[in-house]
């Protein structure tokens, strides 16, 4: 399913996903997204904030930005659109005064892509938006891998804001609901002090693999790529990027920024080192335009989901 | 025909004018616009841009941030989008390599949305597209009275840049190919240093009425939108906005900024007190992202546009 | 109680409300603020924000550039902080994730002021904590007038977001609750599209007095500040300015943009010409200090603070 | 003197002050400045800020935004550059360790300046190069009128910083000192809080005349510049402007704002309704790019030096 | 022949690349560069600009920021400005209406410094001007060696914008016109999605060497530098540096920039290895600074062609 | 010495360093730091700054930055805030006007800090304040190693500027006044032009072991690592950090950027690489938090704070 040309994403002044058509969003339920390989969801929330926000405008410059982006991938030698069938499914309408309704939304617009047939795509919003997509993948598939590129472990507890849900915490209520298979959890990039000796302990208790940014330093995305793939074989595989795992010099525009992370070329390999994974669904969070600077953050957003959509079309081949 | 709700604008992801449905753009010529009162077009063109370009991607900028504009003008008491079938009619494609063919182009959309019997409404963009819109308006309708905000005449010729055409010159055109009704030019904020002593001199061969900064500096817009109205009458009444006209602090996106310009209450009043004229088409040129802070110029432009629908909505009641 | 001198200030390095002394936030209670006759609070609250949140951070970025700030008042001749006997109170700490908490716990801390006999002032934050405010404060003080500077009425129903509270509705609540006398809600700066015709209708059934731009811009502040004096008398006035009532020329930093708002003089003169009213408390919202530039909006912002501070000195004198 | 023409201008692709001839700086003294009505100087110096610094850098940025500026003035129909022999005389060069130097360097050139029978015109760099351009003019004419436009009175004293001489401090030596004329002192636009009651007194003490933000508010600025050239008469006028005289809104460009000023419309007219003086000197100061935005505050500055230019240039009419 | 120094270049006020000299620009022809080794031209050109303009002030910015740079390049062990005679050449007055003009401009330019003996520099403007450059270079030469760092492969075709000629082109037309010897086009830094694959198409049926991102991660810029340096022997080498070849993290300033790129180091690396060709020419194009942040972008532009002017002193040593 | 928790920082609604207790800043002499392992300091001055200066505002926003710094750090292992007692020490009063005051009072307060048995840590302003800094370490340890991290060696005389002591200064005068043990003064990041061939002359002659981006672009910052540790063995260490000494894009807020230098990464594993060396003092210096982006900048200088004081605390447990 062909992108627009230039010419034509001028002439019609909106700006889909990779000016991919849009979905019949005036279908009800799966119907609105029949026939395609691959929908790409906005999820315009940042209520699970904690420290600054503004996330929730990112899918909108993501869309923007995306434009520039070309449909063949000359790594993996083919024309991701042309073998994706590819649609932009709008945004899930999460006004942001109410995270359970926020979950309970994303869940069923995630499950209605997977009932659909197709791999979901979420451009956040706040990492809070990964647990009802992973309850929704879970729901279908079963637990699943899980890559997992971020700063963060994201298994906070809720005794620092006496509150089980939000931004710090997706993947432990991931972990506790048994939405990932054991010991297929692939946490990358953390780095920075932790509040105590046990921040990785819930992830170790699962028999994560953990590659802090000490490790990447060390060998690159390489090693850790193969062994990924190593692991997870055929079975599906979830990737969660918080863009926050890129170094502030790459992606300034995100709103809990911790100095010493991945570049943005080895964000970039490592998602395309996955190739031949068996992708399920994907999100990139945390995109926050208003610390953005000459949109290189979001530029950089739009890059990770192509190449997780190349990803999918390497699965689509088979 | 009403805006999207919030709601539904989140849900869609996309952009278009002012919450507003899009034209067809598969139909064919005026058919695209049927029954519409009002097209609004994009025109990412800024090849006529001498010093600081940036203004193509105005149109992008001004559809997002016209997404906060609510339909309701309590000034006039009439909710605009009610009473006015507007469209978002797309963008012209102008590539920007071919002024010749951009002018051409953006008369021959112009003609199109007049044919289909709705008024232009154009957001630029550099100022050089006025000339074809008003070399389409006055196929349509003949000479018409013009009402241009601006820090710069625009009447330049071609010795200072070696071309007869770029964002200087649109009025001068306009007057010399007679575009204009005499005596009906009205321009408003000049300011700054003039190349010589003849500056104006064109536009006062045609008897225009010039209101530059020290006159509004001292009267206010009141009476000169009272002297436009008593001036016009019934004629028809063309709108063309340089953003440049208001005051940098107001408006610092933009590629030519001249200190000392409207604020944006005098802009947005000028615009206002126009209520009753016949408006056949109005612009609003040179918002350069670029080089905007927080959206302030484009959340600027979009009010502006919307001070000119309400006009044409009023005279949609006649 | 004097400011720390600037080299004090510098000295110890912390950036406490206009370099007032801190209070003893290790009491508990009224305890905490013995002897003041005035509490800043800050609010870093902003889960009630609609469009653009991150007014949370304005507390920081408020108490930092309040430092500017010198204690004699040349148009009252009054050296404020020697008057009145002022402390930084902290912040009310208000994680995001739960906003009947928040309200609750601003309306303890502000109640916990006036019981120490203090004015409560609050730095937000979004206007969402103005109704925990008011709530407070009527309960101490019974309805009372409210002078409200905004670009909005803030008097939303749930229809939008499906949520009765955010900060789009402080006002409605207020009214409905009966924390405002009848007849002495004064609006001051709404501007822009309404959704419908009924926007001011909640306002107008509680006798509101509304000064939209339309009417500043004819008349200035003068003359409403001298109605609301009149009409306050001796009873006590609450001040709740939204920076978003002031034009974001000068107030970039700010969630809501409406072009065409209050310069920084007439806000500053409308607070100055309260003179001589009972203030029983002022908050300051919707400074953005993401979206800010060169600390202007903050600057602003703390100019703002220092005008109510000295109302409240001007009171503390009789 | 006429500018470079814009092709001129990019030929060359250095930036002199409003495209002007630069002076012959490998000539010695006087003779450098031979048969110039006037010479703009750069003052790249900013070592005695208070706040935050960077004014240093001013020169070179008004430099480049001048280059915008053109040469006939429409409000007293004068081509400003053909009256006038303006030539750009380089910088002082003032390395930032050495107070006392810099003062004497920049008392020298103006010196010089005088001495070849030109009009000085400075662009700073911060306050404190108004002492010793006073010196020198006061060394030159005697005692002269200043016209001194600021947010600030600049007349601390050495109890703040333990030093006599810093930004805060030009007008009180220029006065101690006996530079200007008794009652000559015209201070416009001061505002914001005071240290102490007797922020005005050294002022009073020499009968200056003083304009406050609240006269201005009130009476806006042709009534003061009446009482301005009515009192000087054709004695010698010194005009010292203070970017930070002007609103953060319009100047964000500067190291000590103070919310509240000068609109730019209102300093443009300020010094253009000094028409008729007998002007001897002018300075520009604190202009601070780093803190500025799209150039806004540099684009002001020039024009308030442009303004200038025309006062000299009426007045070598004569 | 030196720079000036710190204390000359703050004394003359003016901004000359790398404060050098100007060259005699009243002069006409090969004469004004008299002498030379190198001549550096600012060609402030970008209306071959397919996505954000705005290069056209590259030239000043990167005059200004090239202050910075010293002398002696302790890599190489040479004085650089000692060891060459190198003046700033002005610039290439490039209209921005008239590409066909401006491309015979550039190449004329070109022209005339080889004639006068000297290496010409080019600071653009956009891409485009590469061509002019190659044609001058090749008419002179004959067929050269390129070394092209970039993002783009840069050879489309009039099928995109219906235009031969824009920024997306130069080496297209190099490549068919002949200006490059065979198997002697090194492109260096693609990366991101292509049109469909055949973007490489032409630059492999011409033999070139290719070293997109993905080569460059593995290896470095060392191998390739060697590679380079092998095949090139004692040919002219002319090398073209789009600086969107570099991240957009070390390169924001730039109107199409792609994540994934080169390195500041990498990118001074691979100039500073080619040590010993035999360079005829160099260009450093599309660094545009109204997208830049803290002059960053101009200051490796600056490095980029001093690493380049190293070079080309390294060759005048022999 | 724990952190204060969140919620602890939010309700104060302070920014000391790292959410550290404050010291008794009312004690007089060394027993305001009674008990304490560490100081940190604040050294708000930048008068020593020979370009852009601003960094005299460095410490209020690495203070407010290193809030989001937590306490474990998980390649040492340790609590770094629970082994160490660590304290806010505030600033250093540095009026901007006496640099030789400025230099003796920050040398009295680091030697109060010794005196009290604690190490120092200075936030700077300008790196001119290391040199009091060394003054104070060496009368107190006598010589020490010194690992300097910076693009420039420092070791300027007063040719350039006149004047003996400014930021490019403090090595030259560490090295000749004797406070670095021969042979162990360590350099590492510089590059760029020199003045001329003698930049490092100074250094060498004093045996100091130099490491410029080119070494650690071969090598990178392990071996080097090894190599000081090795060198000092048990010897008091000084570890002074230039932030300009890291690549522009990971560090744009600085006032000297020179392109090409070290990653984040790089920068944060050479101070980590030092665990076991006999740290007797850290600064960091050069944040210029008026050129920063997002802050990034600050949040990269916490980070480096964080590390040194890791490597206190490391030593500390012996």
Known sequence: MPQQ???????????????????????KGPSAYAGADVVLLGVPYDSGTTYQPGARLGPYHLRRTSALVESFHPGHKLDVFERLRALD???????????????????????????????????????????????????????????????????????????????????????????????????????????????????????????????????????????????????PVYLTVDIDGIDPAFAPGTGTPVPGGLTSREALRLVRELAGVNLCGMDLVEVCPALDHADITCHLGAALLFEGLALAALGSRK
Chains 1, 2, 3, 4, 5, 6 share one sequence.
Do not use: C
């Open 5 to 27: 040309s230039a010419l034509e994403y001028i002439r019609h002044g909106q700006t889909p996903f990779f000016r991919l058509p849009m979905a019949d969003l005036a279908a």
């Open 89 to 235: 499914g709008g945004n899930v309408v999460s006004p942001p005064f109410n995270a359970g309704q926020a979950r309970e939304l994303v869940q069923v617009e995630v499950a209605t892509v997977l009932e659909a047939g197709a791999i979901p795509f979420l451009a956040g919003g706040d990492h809070s938006i990964t647990l009802p997509a992973l309850r929704a993948i879970a729901a279908h598939h079963g637990p699943v891998a899980v890559v997992h590129v971020d700063a963060h472990f994201d298994t906070s507890g809720p005794e620092v804001w006496g509150e089980p849900h939000h931004h710090g915490t997706p993947i432990r209520h991931a972990l506790t609901e048994g939405h990932v298979k054991r010991g297929h959890l692939f946490q990358i990039g953390m780095r920075g002090g932790w509040k105590d000796s046990d921040e990785r302990a819930l992830s170790d208790s699962h028999d994560a693999r953990i590659y802090p940014m000490d490790v990447v330093d060390v060998g690159g995305v390489g090693p850790l790529a193969r062994e990924i793939r190593d692991r997870v074989g055929d079975g």
